[in-house]
C-alpha cells in the first residue's frame, strides 16, 4: 500500500480533555464469556447522540481498538461513541454477532446516564465486514428475529442512523464478490445456504421504515455493491441519505490520512444533520 499511496500516514491517537474513556466495560456475560465495549464520551453536555461502533476484519478478524481513533475523534466533536466486542465466525457463525452489537445497544440505553447518552438518538457505524453489520443492524429495527430472545431489556435495539463505511449492503449482487470468508460466516456458500445471504443483506430488508443511512465508500466497486438499489428505495420514501465515494483510496482508507480527517468529517456533518 505504501508503493501505491507513498503520502499516506497512520492516524495517531489523540487524547482530548473533554473526553472521557472507559474501556473494557462487560455488556453481556451469557454467551460463554463476557462481551466488552470501549466507551468514548464527551464531558461537555449532560446527554449526548451515541455512536454504536463495529470493527471490520471480514468478520473473522479484528478487535474493537481498531476503532479507537475513530471514537475519540467523533466523541471529541460532542458524542458518546463505543467501540463493541462482538463474537466473530471462528466462535460464533451469523447471525451471533448482529445479536451481540444488538445487546450492547440495550446496554448502552440501559445505562445512559453513566454514559451521558440520549437514548433516543442513537446511531451505528460500521467499517467494512462492521459497515455491512451496522446496515444490517439499522434496516432490521423491530425485527424480532434479529434480536436475542434471551435479553429482557426493557429497552429496543432500535437506531436512529447507520453509517456505512465500505460494507456491501447485498451478498449475491452483480457488484459483489464476496466469498469464502462470508461463507464462513454465513454457514455455506450461496448455493449451500442462499437463506442466510439474502437475510444477512442490508437491501433485503430496506424499506420505509429504514433510518436515515450515510454511505462512506472508497474507489474499489465491489464494495458499493447494492448500495445504488438501496438508495433508489431510500428515495422512494423520502428517507435522507447520503454517499461519498473517496476518489483512488484503499478499501482501508479510514485508518490513514488524508482519508481520516475526510471520514470524520463526513461522518460528524451526517450526525450533526440527523441529530
Request: aromatic share 12%.
Amino acid at each position: 500500500m505504501i508503493k501505491k499511496y507513498p503520502f499516506i500516514k497512520i492516524t495517531e491517537e489523540v487524547k482530548n480533555n473533554n473526553v472521557n474513556q472507559i474501556n473494557d466495560v462487560v455488556y453481556n456475560d451469557n454467551k460463554n464469556r463476557p462481551l466488552h465495549l470501549d466507551a468514548y464520551f464527551s464531558t461537555i453536555k449532560k446527554r449526548n447522540p451515541a455512536v454504536i461502533m463495529i470493527h471490520g476484519g471480514g468478520w473473522r478478524s479484528g478487535n474493537k481498538s481498531q476503532m479507537k481513533a475513530l471514537a475519540q475523534e467523533i466523541a471529541s466533536k460532542g458524542y458518546s461513541c463505543f467501540a463493541i466486542e462482538y463474537r466473530l465466525s471462528l466462535e460464533a457463525k451469523y447471525p451471533e454477532g448482529i445479536l451481540d452489537v444488538k445487546n450492547a445497544i440495550r446496554f448502552i440505553k440501559n445505562n445512559a446516564k453513566k454514559f451521558k447518552v440520549n437514548p433516543n438518538r442513537i446511531a451505528v457505524l460500521g467499517c467494512s465486514s462492521g459497515g455491512q453489520m451496522a446496515a444490517l443492524i439499522g434496516t432490521t429495527n423491530d425485527n424480532p428475529d434479529f434480536d436475542d430472545v434471551q435479553n429482557k431489556s426493557k429497552y429496543s435495539s432500535k437506531v436512529n442512523a447507520i453509517i456505512d463505511i465500505d460494507g456491501v449492503l447485498a451478498f449475491k449482487h452483480p457488484e459483489s464478490s464476496e466469498g469464502e470468508m462470508a461463507a464462513f460466516w454465513l454457514k455455506g456458500t450461496s448455493t449451500e445456504n442462499p437463506e442466510n445471504w439474502r437475510n444477512a443483506s442490508a437491501l433485503t430488508h430496506t424499506d420505509k421504515n429504514t433510518p436515515p443511512i450515510l454511505f462512506i465508500n472508497s474507489s474499489i466497486d465491489r464494495f458499493h455493491a447494492g448500495r445504488n438499489d438501496m438508495i433508489a428505495i431510500l428515495n422512494q420514501n423520502n428517507i435522507y441519505n447520503e454517499f461519498h465515494t473517496i476518489k483512488d483510496s484503499p478499501h482501508s482508507f479510514w485508518f490513514f490520512n488524508p482519508w481520516f480527517d475526510e471520514t470524520v468529517l463526513y461522518a460528524t456533518r451526517f450526525l450533526d444533520k440527523i441529530f
